[in-house]
């Protein structure tokens, strides 16, 4: 019986494979960066921690909802289909209650009002908007210090894409603490009100999405007064 010879496959240099498997993997990232994230700008927002514990953290500003946009910006939904995501994306973020305001604008932004307050006893961590999608977040690190940063969503830390979608980020942030601060990013650090001497005013400007993230390191607990987990 005659052997049927099986041809070889033609040869692929490895070079030639990890390009094309780099431009997969950037294919589907980016798709990724754009399904779930929210946008802030033109927002003021303002962190308040005392020795005590005692913590208050609001947001004025509005959210854009990136993947609403993107599709509205391609023609893909009828006005009833944005209403409906609108409604959608509303009642979703209602279930906070410290959301105080939303109101739509149109392409998949709003106008919100975020206020929250309470007590740190522990190890915490309190986020803005929500863990998966964090912008501002105040940690209680084990070993007693606080990180306050603010972020673009986790989901979207690549600049090119807001600026390949046409959205831009600016706001201010302010953080009005009594620690010991550790570390700081801060462009201006100012004293607190005259009646609370010990304060001081930590401000950042966000012109850009190329703007350093703010960041502060605080000491709030001594480790050996937190509870033993």
């Known amino acids: ?48 921690l005392a020795r005590t514990g005692d913590y208050a953290l609001t947001y004025k500003g509005t959210l854009t909802w990136a993947p609403l946009y993107k599709d509205i910006r391609e023609g893909k939904l009828s006005s009833s289909e944005i209403a409906e995501r609108e409604k959608g994306i509303i009642n979703d973020l209602k279930r906070d209650s410290s959301f105080k305001e939303i109101t739509p604008l149109g392409s998949g932004t709003f106008r ?50 807001l600026e390949s979608l ?17 570390k700081h990013n801060a462009f201006k650090v100012s004293d607190g009100p005259a009646s609370y001497p010990a304060f001081k005013v930590y401000d950042w400007s966000i012109n850009s999405v190329r703007t350093p993230k703010p960041l502060l390191i605080g000491q709030l607990f001594n480790p050996t007064s937190l509870p033993q987990e």
């Open 112 to 161: 919100v009002r975020y206020e929250t307050s309470g007590k740190f006893t522990g190890t915490q961590a309190v986020t803005f908007v929500r863990r998966n999608s964090a912008l501002l977040t105040v940690e209680i690190k084990p070993d007693g210090t606080v990180h306050i940063w603010c972020s673009q969503d986790p989901k979207l830390r690549d600049p090119t894409q």
């Open 1 to 48: 019986m005659a052997s049927t010879a099986i041809a070889s496959p033609p040869a692929v240099s490895i070079r030639g494979w990890r390009h094309r498997l780099l431009a997969i993997v950037t294919l589907l990232f980016g798709t990724l960066l754009l399904t779930s994230c929210y946008v802030p700008n033109d927002f003021v927002a303002e962190i308040r």
């Open 166 to 182: 046409g959205l831009r980020t600016q706001g201010r942030l302010r953080v009005v603490t009594d620690l010991p601060v550790l």
